[in-house]
């Protein structure tokens, strides 16, 4: 049985840094890759047709 990654949602770069895509093989969800790198593996769905991750939301403690 072969796994399937898959994206899950775009994360905006910050302070120059490239933005990035979460991605998932339906059970793990793995450390983000760049969007050029999730290009380049040719995962589905493709780049533009992800929505943007939703922002973490910070506790102040």
Known sequence: MMIEFKGLCRIKGENGEPN????????????????????????????EELTWCSPKKETKG
Do not use: N, Q
């Open 20 to 47: 990035r895509v979460r991605v998932t093989d339906g059970d793990l969800v793995f450390d983000d890759i760049t969007e050029e790198d999730y290009r380049s593996a040719t995962f589905k769905p493709s780049l």
